[in-house]
């Protein structure tokens, strides 16, 4: 069901799923109550209890969305997604003070970050999705800010499976493109074309940023184990997941 889980603090959990998961998506054609019942089951086995993590629409954008404490009513966007589920924000990234959040990818790349706050408080937790046009809009470096609003210090990230720079071939001028604000995403590819490495950009938006990047996965592409739109279209999603233990920290 996980292609890795941690506690990477005290009563904080990080998870990446796998295939076995199933697929955690409803805008790939699946029937929204069999995608409901997977999410429900994921959090069960997680001992989420009645909490419940919160998704959203990702757009390939760089809008940051604020959960729970963390919303800003100046800012809060109300359009929300299927009415099957709870609401789910139009953005490319979330933070909360502690409430269960999750991503969506299958080749792009889920980042998971969490940040300290001081006097015992509640953690602030952070989930992106960076696809290429993320990475070259800043979602990253986005979320990172928005962390630090919040009050959030010695902030780690964890990057989930995404597709690498051998197997993400693009043409010349997309990979100049995003090179151009990025410069670690430029890379060959192992047929010899122009490739995009979004893992190390990514990785490079962090350490700029200030953070310390703690894991980095595997290609979505090579490993059957996950789902990869590269290897096929109608794949579904896998889920980036950062929750805490009921009661940690205070609000």
Same mark, same amino acid.
């Given at each position: 069901?996980?292609?890795?889980?941690?506690?990477?603090?005290?009563?904080?959990?990080?998870?990446?799923?796998?295939?076995?998961?199933?697929?955690?998506?409803?805008?790939?054609?699946?029937?929204?109550?069999?995608?409901?019942?997977?999410?429900?089951?994921?959090?069960?086995?997680?001992?989420?209890?009645?909490?419940?993590?919160?998704?959203?629409?990702?757009?390939?954008?760089?809008?940051?969305?604020?959960?729970?404490?963390?919303?800003?009513?100046?800012?809060?966007?109300?359009?929300?997604?299927?009415? #099957?589920? /709870?609401?789910?924000?139009? @953005?490319?990234?979330?933070? $909360?003070? !502690?409430? *269960?959040?999750?991503?969506?990818? =299958?080749?792009?790349?889920?980042?998971?970050?969490?940040?300290?706050?001081?006097?015992?408080?509640?953690?602030?937790?952070?989930?992106?999705?960076?696809?290429?046009?993320?990475?070259?809009?800043?979602?990253?470096?986005?979320?990172?800010?928005?962390?630090?609003?919040?009050?959030?210090?010695?902030?780690?990230?964890?990057?989930?499976?995404?597709?690498?720079?051998?197997?993400?071939?693009?043409?010349?001028?997309?990979?100049?493109? #995003?090179? /151009?604000?990025?410069?670690? @995403?430029?890379?060959?590819? $192992?047929? !010899?074309? *122009?490739?995009?490495?979004?893992? =190390?950009?990514?990785?490079?938006?962090?350490?700029?940023?200030?953070?310390?990047?703690?894991?980095?996965?595997?290609?979505?592409?090579?490993?059957?184990?996950?789902?990869?739109?590269?290897?096929?279209?109608?794949?579904?999603?896998?889920?980036?997941?950062?929750?805490?233990?009921?009661?940690?920290?205070?609000?």
């Amino acid at each position: 069901m996980f292609s890795w889980r941690a506690e990477v603090r005290p009563g904080v959990w990080v998870a990446f799923t796998d295939a076995a998961a199933g697929n955690l998506a409803l805008h790939v054609g699946d029937v929204p109550a069999d995608v409901g019942r997977r999410r429900r089951d994921l959090e069960v086995a997680l001992g989420l209890g009645s909490r419940r993590f919160q998704y959203m629409n990702q757009v390939h954008g760089n809008d940051v969305a604020g959960i729970g404490a963390a919303t800003d009513p100046v800012t809060a966007d109300p359009r929300t997604a299927d009415p #099957v589920t /709870a609401e789910a924000p139009t @953005a490319d990234a979330m933070v $909360s003070l !502690g409430e *269960p959040l999750a991503v969506m990818v =299958a080749d792009c790349v889920p980042i998971v970050l969490v940040g300290d706050r001081a006097g015992g408080q509640r953690p602030v937790l952070a989930v992106v999705h960076a696809g290429r046009p993320g990475v070259a809009s800043g979602v990253v470096p986005a979320a990172v800010a928005r962390m630090r609003g919040l009050g959030a210090s010695a902030l780690s990230a964890w990057i989930g499976p995404s597709v690498c720079g051998n197997c993400y071939e693009v043409p010349a001028d997309m990979c100049e493109d #995003v090179a /151009a604000r990025v410069a670690a @995403a430029r890379c060959t590819s $192992s047929r !010899g074309t *122009p490739g995009l490495d979004l893992p =190390a950009a990514v990785r490079s938006q962090l350490r700029d940023a200030g953070v310390v990047v703690e894991y980095s996965g595997h290609c979505t592409l090579e490993d059957t184990n996950l789902f990869s739109y590269r290897r096929d279209p109608n794949t579904g999603r896998f889920a980036g997941l950062v929750w805490t233990d009921a009661g940690t920290g205070q609000p």
